[in-house]
């Protein structure tokens, strides 16, 4: 037994040792291609951050506010960056937290032995509980049921997110009515500002599918959540003065020293014993949901059709160290983090395709020595692009008979991004020139942002389609072959498993905080029941699983392995450093024989967006 006791964190370590150079040597490696997958995934921290401390700021009347959630993601994401095994995960403040950290204040305030006074150290034994609970968690090996994650589960969660961060969004709008003397203004610019971002920010990434301007403007379009923001923020300074002095509402934010919640350890032995054990109730809700939203995360981050990576997990490990940073935060009066969705797989989408550019410009390189002109090579690449956007998709590369596009896996975006968050953490008097309207609409965006690559949404859509749509609509989709009244059964299923949990999270009351439950509950009634609802043929089709896969299909994806022709390939630094890898890198060969052969591999990626 003592030898099996943190097995799984052994081999986790182990696996993720043989590749932790290679993940540094290839931050390098990616220079400027980093740049806008950094700036990205910085602002889909850095904002969510800045909104969840203000929720914290009003449901704890002022004990919890945004320096503390911008430290706590800060520290995290640098602990990650450095420590984690997964480099891929992004940690912050997730709203299942602020949803909890609400009933655990709502708590405190009604028992009169605690008090809103004790809420603090309160929260610091929560943590502690939670941290505990998570490393024995690692230790005993629990992520190994990560076999039994499937997309039923997967989607269902990542889906409550995107619906809890559209109800943000729509709450704070309605609250921008309420918050000044003149609520009426200050609540139409907030309509205005929550529905513009999202919709100028989508129609800016699209610009680099038009012929418009020129490329290299275009290729702004990879920064379009940055720019909107500041130009949304940069228009609401640019209101006429005359009777809208003080509109619209703006972040409320203090610099970090103003606050008082850092020495909260030392009141811990102020909460009455029955404190204490009240506390472990809270701990058993947070640290099943680390386990499911922390593991989970990670999951998204390196599986699906549109993500592929090649370094292995290490869910064991991440969570240990996540029961650490847990006990850490409470220790400091910070909130406690986990890996957060939809963060984590919009990061790794942002770094697809990177290996691909810098295959490209060496191909052109190689066409320059050899005699062949750089039109020539790009009219070769061209032939491969077919909605002439700049960009080999999924869709393209694979009708030539590839691989999907990889991610470039390394360490250096989550740290940038993570020593800028802590950056912002002191900069408040320039937090406080954005509108809370913006928060919202940013918090709208990433609800919608996430819609589109959930199989969940696809098939919702099938439901409201004509029948002589529908083969069209499937065709290409594991679930193909799967009659239509069987989809609609699992599809409903689904959603009104997301219903109830969300009904649970807004009108349960205080019996709210034991939302993580029923979510945990999930990985049962998939592996016990769905199959025999719907039939074990079919769920594989609808919801792959591990443990059911035939022994004829192969592990991790529902779609058949075209064969691909050999090629040159540049040394991979991942198998140099003698990492394990179970996809090979496949790369293009050299630019003449490309063209004789008419054939070429993925020249560049998918945008950071």
Request: charged share 15%.
């Amino acid at each position: 037994m003592p030898l099996l006791l943190g097995k799984q964190i052994r081999d986790d370590v182990r696996g993720r040792l043989a590749c932790y150079s290679a993940d540094w040597t290839d931050s390098f490696a990616a220079g400027s291609y980093l740049l806008a997958p950094t700036v990205y995934v910085f602002l889909a921290s850095v904002l969510p951050a800045l909104a969840f401390g203000q929720q914290l700021d009003d449901l704890t009347t002022h004990q919890i506010g945004i320096p503390q959630v911008l430290i706590v993601t800060a520290m995290a994401g640098i602990a990650q960056s450095f420590l984690g095994g997964q480099p891929l995960l992004i940690i912050g403040v997730a709203e299942p937290i602020v949803v909890m950290y609400g009933f655990m204040y709502e708590l405190v305030k009604g028992d009169s032995e605690l008090g809103v006074e004790l809420f603090l150290p309160f929260c610091s034994w929560v943590c502690m509980w939670a941290g505990l609970l998570c490393v024995l968690l690692a230790l005993f090996g629990a992520t190994r049921l990560i076999t039994y994650f499937t997309l039923f589960a997967g989607e269902l969660f990542g889906g409550l997110i995107a619906v809890l961060f559209m109800q943000q969004a729509v709450h704070g709008t309605v609250e921008e009515f309420h918050k000044t003397g003149r609520g009426t203004i200050n609540g139409l610019w907030a309509v205005l500002t929550v529905t513009g971002i999202p919709a100028t920010i989508f129609y800016f990434q699209r610009l680099k599918h038009t012929r418009l301007l020129t490329p290299t403007l275009r290729a702004a379009a990879d920064y379009a959540p940055v720019l909107m923001v500041v130009a949304w923020s940069g228009l609401s300074a640019a209101l006429p003065a005359n009777g809208l002095e003080g509109l619209p509402q703006r972040v409320a934010a203090v610099q970090p020293w103003e606050e008082s919640t850092w020495s909260v350890a030392s009141r811990m032995g102020d909460v009455p014993m029955k404190g204490v054990f009240l506390a472990i109730g809270p701990a058993v809700a947070i640290s099943v949901l680390f386990f499911f939203d922390h593991t989970v995360s990670s999951q998204l981050a390196q599986t699906g059709d549109d993500v592929k990576v090649e370094r292995p997990s290490a869910y064991a490990w991440d969570l240990l160290l996540l029961g650490v940073l847990t006990v850490l935060a409470g220790l400091l009066g910070l909130p406690p983090i986990n890996g957060v969705i939809p963060q984590a797989p919009m990061h790794a989408r942002a770094l697809r395709g990177i290996k691909q550019q810098q295959q490209r410009a060496k191909q052109m390189q190689e066409a320059s020595a050899a005699g062949v002109s750089p039109e020539a090579a790009a009219n070769s690449f061209a032939e491969l692009d077919l909605n002439h956007d700049g960009v080999i998709d999924n869709a393209e590369w694979a009708a030539r008979g590839a691989m999907d596009l990889e991610v470039m896996e390394q360490r250096g975006s989550n740290l940038i991004q993570a020593v800028m968050v802590a950056i912002c953490a002191f900069c408040a008097p320039a937090i406080r020139q954005i509108p809370t309207s913006v928060l919202w609409g940013y918090f709208a965006f990433m609800s919608l942002e996430s819609v589109p690559d959930m199989q969940l949404s696809n098939r919702i859509i099938l439901l409201f389609m004509e029948p002589s749509a529908r083969k069209e609509h499937v065709t290409g989709k594991p679930y193909a072959e799967v009659q239509h009244s069987t989809i609609m059964g699992f599809t409903l299923l689904q959603v009104s498993l997301l219903a109830a949990i969300w009904a649970l999270i807004v009108f349960g009351g205080i019996g709210g905080i034991a939302f993580p439950i029923p979510i945990l509950l999930l990985l049962p009634l998939r592996s016990r029941c769905l199959s025999h609802w719907f039939g074990a043929d079919n769920m594989r089709l609808l919801d792959e699983a591990v443990y059911e896969a035939s022994p004829y299909e192969t592990s991790g994806t529902s779609a058949s392995v075209v064969p691909v022709p050999a090629q040159d390939t540049l040394p991979d630094t991942a198998a140099a450093e003698g990492c394990d890898t179970s996809t090979p890198v496949v790369l293009l060969s050299d630019v003449e024989d490309l063209q004789s052969q008419n054939l070429e591999g993925p020249s560049t990626g998918t945008s950071a967006l």
